[in-house]
């Protein structure tokens, strides 16, 4: 079955700076790549995805890149904001069902 | 999207009862499913819900300790069983809105039980 790896597991950033989440996936017929944001005590929130068609995807502040050949995709957040502290998880499609990473805290500090 | 209304948002039960959650969407959909949180971890897929089927177990999970029904297109509940201090956890009901197998999911709120 599909393994997610996900890195960093913490990551404290500065306001105003970027945030980089990475993920490797392990069954090379994925094709669906979702990211989630978690914050206390809610259920987590589709922010962006992206189809094995694609490179690159943006939105706004946050973008995904796929690299299918290496199986890894990121999640780049850009100018920080406190807000944007949550935890993180990535996931991929495999037999019709997702498989999450393990996920990141993401710390912005003012 | 959907929006996703679980219930009870918070429970604190007792070692050895039982207690069910519900799970209504505002739109019908095919495909529904229950996720457990542990606390601090990822989420781990229990079980895939479709109206008019048995629902379907992942490995590590039993219809006896999770029994859900499914007994309409917008509506699902979950049922954790003889509950252990184990069983504390955050349930996630999700649903699929794009498409069987688009794997785009959308969650509830989720429940979060603690057995004492």
């Known amino acids: 079955g599909e393994n997610v790896e996900q890195h960093p597991s913490t990551l404290s950033v500065q306001e105003g700076d970027s945030a980089v989440i990475k993920c490797t996936y392990s069954d090379s017929a994925s094709n669906y790549f979702p990211w989630y944001k978690q914050e206390l005590g809610k259920g987590p929130q589709l922010i962006i995805d992206i189809r094995s068609n694609v490179g690159e995807k943006k939105d706004q502040r946050i973008a995904v890149t796929l690299n299918k050949t290496a199986k890894h995709f990121s999640l780049h957040i850009t100018e920080t904001q406190p807000e944007d502290s949550a935890v993180y998880f990535c996931?991929?499609?495999?037999?019709?069902?997702?498989?999450f990473g393990a996920g990141t805290q993401v710390v912005v500090t003012p | 999207s959907a929006v996703i209304s679980q219930k009870p948002s918070r429970d604190i039960c007792q070692r050895g009862t039982s207690l069910t959650i519900q799970c209504q969407v505002d739109s019908q959909v095919t495909m529904m499913f229950w996720y457990r949180q542990q606390p601090g971890q990822s989420l781990t897929l229990i079980a895939t819900?479709?109206?008019?089927?048995?629902?379907?177990?992942e490995s590590g999970f039993v219809i006896d300790k999770f029994p859900i029904s499914r007994p309409n297109l917008t509506f699902s509940t979950l049922t954790v069983s003889n509950m252990s201090p184990e069983d504390s956890s955050i349930y996630l009901c999700s649903v699929e809105t794009s498409g069987i197998g688009s794997g785009e999911l959308f969650f509830g709120e989720g429940s979060r039980l603690t057995v004492l």
């Open positions: 996931a991929a499609n495999s037999w019709g069902k997702l498989q």
């Open positions: 819900a479709n109206q008019g089927s048995e629902a379907t177990y």
